[in-house]
């Protein structure tokens, strides 16, 4: 005897297409105000982004993981959170963070390399910038848990990338989540990009969205580059999180249109004509389009939304810039609860040691010289 | 006062703690219905609920994972690994994530998980099964490691190690988890951590070890009538109680040290260092090890003859004896 025991579909969303039409029937009900304030979200995001590469090139910036293309995927996501949900970002998600209440001066002087750009303020709840891929996700499926244990009715939502999904941790993290019934909404920005690897290399799986079947979980495949998709995926997983019925796997699907980062030139790797292709799917200019035609924005509103952000990219820059340096010492400072005597004795070694020390290069420059391509490893 | 070997004097400080603290969870393979495969978490599971004392899927990373993401929302998780060789694929999590998330925040965010895990050999077990890797995590800053001699001193150092606001790995030596019985008052104590205990003074000669190898320390001890030996317990071996051990090197002048890990960089290396920085000119004699070898701990057959012996640590602190300046 031979039957079917089990059979899935995968749902794909898109309700704004390239062009700019909109699937009214789908759109999720969205107030001119808060369109209008996604609107700016994503500009911010973007001059933020292009202010750091200039800042980078500039040498006033180290290694920076530039997030261009992908403005929908967390403007989208990051509108439909409420201010008691958990963040658990990768290393891309500026436009998450800013919308989560963090300045773009801090997330400058993270990237500048001064570790107090994440010191997140209290009542943020946005943990700090996480380098090692995929390795964040338990800790988003054991906030959820902890949600649970203590009925609090927070939601835990992580960012990841396509290369992720690769990772041993992706799998424990979706599986806990799937037996637990863990409140989690897990958001994966399949950028096709894995630094070099393309995403067909990184998995043989028709979709990542896919992948949730697996671990029994709500999955669902979105265009990323879409924000009414990406808000309203994200709206109904938060709320399915919320109501007990556990974890949901998003899948965007978008495009990485810069280098993985400063320290890599995808020309080497990736055809132009590609990049080409996706600039046409650009989440913003479809989004623009739509709001000029719904006569949500005109091109004065644009024009003053531009140059407001572009003001306030500028204050972030110089208060970044111009912040006090925190001593070196600081490195001893944050390792304990309380520092240990072997730590104290290092700390005055260092006290003595600092004042000899003459600055020769700066961190970024060392970088470049070692030819270093991918020290920060594809999400 | 009842008596208790090790296995109970733990459980008797997770029942206690978790008692007093609603926010003590227990995560790992087989803790609940089953307590265990050393039976440590033995009817808590019936105590406290399944929603307390989690059996997880069989995930090292995972549970680690897990437990730090419980902890940076206010719980305090209690992972249990279930053998020392299967801690590495949580390794990373340890290393890259626990030991970091304080530093990483300026201080905003905090993951005070509690790892406990079984450690070392002399249980005739298998591969993976009779390992030390304490080192890797000595190595790593922003984690503190336990390893108890025995069932007072577990109890003591638990208790202590689940008040802790920072990342701590609480190794228990499996040797003896039921080889020692003693004295254990039932209420709750507190042995701090970071400090050594001089479980024995004496002037010719310091002996300092950690974990199961006290016991057999003590052995020794017993059949080295002539000297006079000053024994060191060391509770906690990151951070190491440096001032302790110098104190008792600079009164004796003569050190041999215990350590069931492969020799290369253990932590008996470091005490030599430190020695050396803080009281070279102290020494007598070259301060002897007894460790490990740099090889693959061998199974069942021929485990003994890898491990420390009461006899190879006479015969260490003879010999230093014996090369002492000025000894005849």
Known sequence: MEKTLASFDIKYLQILDENGVCDEKSKPKISDDVLKEMYRFLILTKTFDDKALKLQRQGRMGTYAPMRGQEACQIGSAFALQKNDWVFPAFRENGVYMIKGVSPEMLYRYWMGDERGMQIPKGINILPVSITVGAHLPHATGAGMAFNYLNEKNVAVCYFGDGATSEGDFHAALNFAGVFKAPCVFICQNNQWAISVPVKEQTASQTIAQKAIAYGIHGIQVDGNDVFAVYKATSEALERARSGKGATLIECFTYRLADHTTSDDAKKYRDENEIAEWVKKDPITRFEKYLVDKRVINPVIIGKVKSEAEQQIEKAVKLAESAKPQPPTDMFDYLYESITEEMKEQREQASRENKIITKTTSGENSAKNAGVVGELEEA | ?328
């Open chain 2, 1 to 328: 006062m009842t008596i208790k070997n090790m296995v109970e004097a733990l459980n008797d400080a997770l029942r206690l703690e978790m008692k007093r603290d609603k926010n003590i969870v227990i995560i790992g393979e087989d803790v609940g219905e089953d307590g265990g495969v050393f039976r440590v978490t033995d009817g808590l599971a019936k105590e406290y609920g399944n929603k307390r004392v989690i059996d997880s899927p069989l995930a090292e990373s995972g549970i680690v994972g897990t437990g730090i993401g419980m902890s940076l929302v206010g719980l305090k998780p209690v992972c249990e690994i279930q053998f020392e060789g299967f801690i590495f694929p949580a390794i990373d999590q340890l290393v890259s994530h626990a030991s970091r998330m304080r530093n990483r925040s300026r201080g905003r965010f905090t993951t005070p998980i509690l790892i406990r895990c079984p450690i070392g050999g002399g249980i005739k077990a298998l591969e993976h099964h009779s390992d030390s890797p304490e080192t890797y995590l000595v190595h790593t800053p922003g984690i503190k490691v336990v390893i108890p001699s025995g069932p007072y001193e577990a109890k003591g150092l638990l208790i202590s190690a689940l008040r802790e606001k920072d990342p701590v790995v609480f190794f228990e030596p499996k040797k003896i988890y039921r080889a020692i019985k003693e004295e254990v008052p039932g209420e709750a104590y507190a042995i701090p951590l970071g400090k050594a205990n001089v479980i024995k003074e004496g002037k010719d000669v310091t002996l300092i070890a950690y974990g199961a190898w006290v016991k057999t320390a003590k052995e020794a001890i017993e059949k080295l009538k002539s000297i006079d030996v000053e024994l060191i317990d060391l509770r906690t071996i990151s951070p190491l109680d440096t001032e302790t051990i110098i104190n008792s090197v600079k009164k004796t002048g003569k050190c041999v040290i215990v350590q069931e890990a492969p020799k290369t960089l253990g932590l008996a290396s470091e005490i030599i260092a430190r020695i050396n920085e803080r009281a070279l000119y102290s020494l007598e004699a070259p301060v002897e090890r007894v460790c490990g070898f740099d090889t693959i701990v061998p199974l069942r057959l021929h485990e003994d003859y890898y491990l420390p012996s009461a006899e190879k640590i006479i015969s260490a602190i003879e010999r230093v004896m014996k090369n002492a300046r000025g000894a005849s």
